[in-house]
């Protein structure tokens, strides 16, 4: 769906698409650590950044500051399918979803259960440990599958129980790379335990498209702009009507239903519009439609389809290099064929340490990440019996002469 001609327009809209300032010539498979981002966000949040006005003032600048936050608020609504609910900026995507697990919790009743998976990252997990002891909860985390690095619907349905409360979720695995059914998970805990609080991360699982929080039937969700072509500092979540009306932080007297913490950017905001504004762009190259949502799907679908090019390339072969499949001494996690993948292949070089091997590899020109057995990935490796792994996490706009160039260091270091 996307040709060699649109995807380098795709890479034009890009800053540092093959360059960074400590790199004249480089490779950017660090995305699950944070995508790159587009240049239009760059030129808004300069541009905002100048803004000295505040929201909620009676002059023309402070009423623009107050539209462009609605815009895009109603662009997110369409980008993601959510009709109903409100979205907020915070912190960070950690912050917001310590925040509504706390409130989760808080509003639930004691003696329930809060239900996760030991696939997900620890700001999920950790913020289910601390307030569902704190609300006098218990809190179950249900093992995930080695073998294919993910979790499926029938493990919740087998362990969700009609007193729980709270459940959380991950859409995508930041060291797998791989996704779950969400719709399907969801509806088994709906069928015991219907008026639970579910709650998503959707942080890894954002720049790869195909968002849809009606099929959800979810109460949370949460992303990080800086994984999806915007920039750092905030993060967004979504939170559901029933969510919206749980106690919360908020002013004594102020707006019942408000559940952002004091004046935000309104540069975060615009470039969340900028965002969308690049993949209806896409969805229209991609497709006919000229329906907004439908682009969107549209667009999720070509970033989907780009992706599966790139991580089959990876491990398949590109050219005539072997893949990572067909490589001596390489383990790869969740398996090689498997569909729940969204652009990243971890694995591991049994014949070096994956920090050499990470170091080589940016010494290359090609930028990946080491993953060690820590409190952010142990939850993955220690069961695989793994130190550390290589996490190569790629978007729709690498090119599979970038993936050629990683087999070729890969497969000289690997005599």
Same mark, same amino acid.
């Given at each position: 769906?996307?040709?060699?001609?649109?995807?380098?327009?795709?890479?034009?809209?890009?800053?540092?698409?093959?360059?960074?300032?400590?790199?004249?010539?480089? $490779?950017?498979?660090?995305? +699950?650590?944070?995508?790159? @981002?587009? /240049?239009?966000?760059?030129?808004?949040? #300069?541009?905002? &950044?100048?803004?000295?006005?505040?929201?909620?003032?009676?002059?023309?600048?402070?009423?623009?500051?107050?539209?462009?936050?609605?815009?895009?608020?109603?662009?997110?609504?369409?980008?993601?399918?959510?009709?109903?609910?409100?979205?907020?900026?915070?912190?960070?995507?950690?912050?917001?979803?310590?925040?509504?697990?706390?409130?989760?919790?808080?509003?639930?009743?004691?003696?329930?259960?809060?239900?996760?998976?030991?696939?997900?990252?620890?700001?999920?997990?950790?913020?289910?440990?601390?307030?569902?002891?704190?609300?006098?909860?218990?809190? $179950?985390?249900?093992?995930? +599958?080695?073998?294919?690095? @993910?979790? /499926?619907?029938?493990?919740?349905?087998? #362990?969700?129980? &009609?007193?729980?409360?709270?459940?959380?979720?991950?859409?995508?695995?930041?060291?797998?790379?791989?996704?779950?059914?969400?719709?399907?998970?969801?509806?088994?805990?709906?069928?015991?335990?219907?008026?639970?609080?579910?709650?998503?991360?959707?942080?890894?699982?954002?720049?790869?498209?195909?968002?849809?929080?009606?099929?959800?039937?979810?109460?949370?969700?949460?992303?990080?702009?800086?994984?999806?072509?915007?920039?750092?500092?905030?993060?967004?979540?979504?939170?559901?009507?029933?969510?919206?009306?749980?106690?919360?932080?908020?002013?004594?007297?102020?707006?019942?239903?408000?559940?952002?913490?004091? @004046?935000?950017?309104?540069?975060?905001?615009?470039?969340?519009?900028?965002?969308?504004?690049?993949?209806?762009?896409?969805?229209?190259?991609?497709?006919?439609?000229?329906?907004?949502?439908?682009?969107?799907?549209?667009?999720?679908?070509?970033?989907?389809?780009?992706?599966?090019?790139?991580?089959?390339?990876?491990?398949?072969?590109?050219?005539?290099?072997?893949?990572?499949?067909?490589?001596?001494?390489?383990?790869?996690?969740?398996?090689?064929?498997?569909?729940?993948?969204?652009?990243?292949?971890?694995?591991?070089?049994?014949?070096?340490?994956?920090?050499?091997?990470?170091?080589?590899?940016?010494?290359?020109?090609?930028?990946?990440?080491?993953?060690?057995?820590?409190?952010?990935?142990?939850?993955?490796?220690?069961?695989?019996?793994?130190?550390?792994?290589?996490?190569?996490?790629?978007?729709?706009?690498?090119?599979?002469?970038?993936?050629?160039?990683?087999?070729?260091?890969?497969?000289?270091?690997?005599?």
């Amino acid at each position: 769906m996307i040709t060699d001609i649109l995807l380098h327009q795709i890479r034009d809209r890009f800053a540092l698409i093959d360059s960074c300032p400590q790199q004249p010539s480089r $490779v950017f498979f660090e995305n +699950a650590g944070g995508s790159l @981002t587009l /240049k239009s966000v760059t030129e808004t949040s #300069a541009q905002y &950044a100048a803004i000295p006005d505040n929201q909620g003032r009676a002059n023309t600048g402070s009423q623009e500051l107050v539209r462009v936050i609605d815009q895009a608020k109603d662009d997110m609504r369409v980008m993601m399918n959510a009709p109903g609910g409100q979205f907020f900026i915070g912190e960070s995507g950690t912050e917001l979803l310590f925040r509504l697990i706390m409130n989760a919790c808080l509003g639930t009743a004691t003696g329930g259960t809060v239900l996760g998976s030991t696939l997900e990252h620890p700001a999920t997990r950790s913020a289910c440990d601390r307030w569902a002891r704190v609300a006098g909860q218990n809190h $179950v985390l249900i093992t995930h +599958a080695d073998a294919t690095g @993910t979790i /499926k619907p029938k493990a919740y349905a087998t #362990a969700v129980t &009609a007193d729980t409360v709270v459940a959380t979720i991950v859409h995508t695995s930041p060291v797998t790379g791989m996704g779950v059914d969400l719709p399907a998970i969801a509806a088994e805990i709906r069928k015991v335990a219907p008026d639970c609080f579910i709650i998503v991360d959707g942080i890894q699982h954002a720049a790869h498209g195909r968002i849809d929080l009606t099929a959800y039937d979810i109460d949370g969700y949460v992303i990080s702009p800086y994984k999806m072509f915007s920039r750092h500092g905030y993060g967004l979540a979504w939170i559901s009507d029933r969510l919206t009306k749980l106690p919360h932080n908020s002013l004594i007297d102020g707006p019942a239903d408000n559940w952002e913490m004091g @004046t935000r950017d309104t540069g975060s905001y615009a470039t969340l519009s900028d965002v969308a504004n690049y993949l209806e762009w896409l969805g229209g190259e991609v497709s006919d439609s000229t329906n907004r949502r439908e682009k969107f799907v549209a667009a999720g679908e070509a970033i989907h389809a780009q992706e599966k090019v790139l991580t089959d390339a990876m491990l398949h072969g590109a050219g005539n290099l072997p893949g990572l499949a067909e490589m001596e001494n390489v383990t790869i996690l969740g398996g090689v064929d498997n569909p729940a993948r969204e652009g990243l292949v971890s694995f591991r070089l049994e014949t070096m340490p994956s920090v050499e091997v990470v170091e080589k590899l940016n010494a290359a020109g090609i930028r990946t990440h080491v993953r060690k057995a820590d409190h952010y990935s142990g939850n993955i490796l220690t069961p695989l019996g793994m130190d550390s792994c290589i996490r190569v996490s790629m978007c729709h706009y690498n090119n599979v002469e970038e993936v050629a160039k990683f087999l070729a260091t890969v497969k000289e270091m690997n005599g």
